[in-house]
């Protein structure tokens, strides 16, 4: 038999194979694929042969679904001995099981209402340039075979028609597989080359279809429907496959479904189309990054980081990409570079770019809005311990507008906030516990007022923190507790230069209220989320 099922050949499809199958297994698929085109060589090489088509199921009544089902297996056969390369979407079939698992369509939309727009989508899924949907009807007189060529990227549908009269079919045998033969034949030389034409199934068809497909997936992806636009997006490449804004958008939704690795090929040729355009640099080196090709990030942050005037993003993201790589010491001196080009971090420690280039600085962005700076860098001033900086800068982030921290982040930083108040608590309990004799100088008195200024930016911060309304209750204790540090801070404070016991043992009692208030914040919040059960 001359027809040889093809695999679907569409980037995603591609990539679902790749990552499924073994190595054997993917050279029988390899050796599958290459039969179509080697019949194709080995054929006449009319126009023909290089037409490719997407067939859906013959439909019917129920009572000629025998006849139906007889005609989709011979149409195969038929359209391929016409020249065409056929892709088969049956229900049994692997490019059927394929799109399931890929989430095109459910395994009852091949038979539903929906197959008339389906069938589009799945055509240039599977690289087909048309798709032909057919019905048989049987009727006193004739057995009719309707059908309907559709373009995959222009969505024009051109209706034809084979019939065989009433007279020369059996009621089975030999004479029946005959009729069914012939309707497939038939049918399959109704597919001139005018017809091709009048459904947009050729080049110039794809070409001017692929505007209209642009602008669904454009639609699609503004209401997040991100699997849509794909298609959507794949259509008009399937037309004007070298269209910059086409491959952006593509790539765009891509990214948006967490698929790095399938955008990179289409950021490479936007990249190759438009030579010196950063912000397409950018964000390859931003999909490379995110596909763990880290290597190839640096390069492409590299060529962005050329482009004058020197632009802060490359030289982070070249930073990112040399700390992916292990290259600890090139991290840190583009780091170093980037805190002298952002105006926000004038003043930063000495000592930060050799914290970002470490593995506990990764995901951490710099070149943000600077709100998004600061709790960038709050958020790893903390998680390394830097408590007095990490406050301060969290403060700096609390605008009016600044956006609630989620579940995850917020108990992650008061995790960290809690200890800063520990360890403010805890110096300032040591202090005032010595006989007042034994504080002597400015040095103590100094200290103590810079660990009430500390409790006091705790206390301002949680204040002024957005957080979920699920955890707003536990946060409240928790805003409490640090109010309850600095008033003790300030009573020990007072005592140190006043040496008043009572204003001693209200310190030591607002500390203990503070702790108290603080187990409270925590135990309230496992109990809100199901932490800790």
């Not at 050796?31 to 019917?60: C, D, H, M, N, Q």
């Not at 962005?304 to 600890?328: K, T």
Request: charged share 25%.
């Amino acid at each position: 038999m001359a027809y040889a099922p093809a695999i679907p050949l569409s980037r995603r499809w591609r990539s679902s194979l790749r990552r499924g199958t073994t190595a054997l297994a993917r050279l029988l698929i390899g050796l599958i694929l290459l039969l179509p085109l080697a019949a194709a060589a080995w054929g006449e090489g009319t126009e023909a042969a290089k037409r490719s088509l997407l067939l859906l199921p013959t439909r019917s009544h129920w009572t000629a679904a025998p006849l139906a089902d007889a005609i989709s297996q011979a149409l195969p056969d038929a359209l391929t001995a016409a020249g065409y390369a056929v892709v088969v979407m049956a229900p049994d079939s692997a490019e059927f099981k394929l799109a399931v698992s890929e989430g095109w369509l459910k395994p009852e939309d091949l038979a539903g209402d929906r197959v008339g727009t389906l069938r589009h989508s799945l055509a240039v899924a599977s690289e087909c340039q048309a798709s032909l949907l057919s019905e048989v009807v049987e009727t006193d007189s004739e057995t009719v075979l309707r059908a309907e060529l559709a373009g995959a990227v222009s969505h024009r549908g051109v209706p034809v028609e084979a019939s065989l009269p009433f007279g020369s079919r059996t009621t089975g045998g030999p004479g029946r597989e005959q009729v069914v033969r012939d309707l497939a034949t038939a049918l399959a030389a109704k597919l001139t080359a005018e017809v091709w034409t009048q459904a947009g199934a050729d080049e110039a068809g794809a070409s001017a279809g692929a505007p209209d497909r642009f602008t669904a997936g454009q639609s699609a992806l503004s209401t997040q429907r991100y699997q849509d636009a794909l298609l959507e997006f794949d259509a008009a490449l399937a037309g004007k496959p070298d269209n910059p804004d086409y491959l952006k958008a593509a790539a765009d939704a891509e990214l948006a479904l967490n698929r790095p690795v399938d955008a990179l090929p289409l950021l490479r040729r936007l990249c190759d189309l438009r030579p010196g355009d950063r912000e397409a640099l950018l964000q390859l080196g931003e999909a490379a990054l995110s596909a763990k090709q880290p290597d190839e990030a640096e390069a492409v942050f590299s060529q962005a980081a050329e482009i004058e005037p020197p632009d802060p993003r490359a030289i982070e993201g070249m930073a990112r990409a040399a700390r992916a790589q292990g290259q600890r010491d090139r991290a840190e001196r583009d780091y170093a570079r980037l805190i002298g080009m952002l105006p926000a971090l004038a003043g930063a420690p000495s000592w930060l770019p050799s914290l970002l280039a470490s593995q506990r600085g990764e995901g951490i962005v710099l070149t943000s809005s600077d709100a998004n700076l600061d709790r960038a860098l709050g958020r790893i001033y903390l998680s390394n311990g830097y408590y007095p900086e990490g406050v301060k800068a969290l403060l700096a982030s609390q605008q009016p507008d600044s956006p609630a921290y989620n579940d995850q982040d917020y108990l992650a930083i008061a995790s960290n906030l809690d200890q800063e108040g520990e360890t403010v608590a805890r110096r300032v309990g040591a202090i005032i516990a010595h006989p007042v004799a034994e504080l002597k100088g400015d040095a103590l008195s100094d200290e103590l007022d810079a660990l009430h200024d500390r409790s006091d930016r705790l206390a301002t911060l949680a204040e002024k923190m957005r957080v979920s309304d699920r955890l707003d209750p536990a946060h409240r204790y928790r805003v409490l507790s640090y109010n309850l540090l600095n008033q003790s801070d300030f009573e020990g404070l007072m005592f140190f230069q006043t040496h008043d016991p009572d204003l001693k043992r209200r310190s030591d009692l607002l500390r203990d209220a503070f702790r108290k208030a603080r187990t409270l914040a925590q135990d309230l919040a496992k109990d809100l989320t199901g932490r800790g059960k």
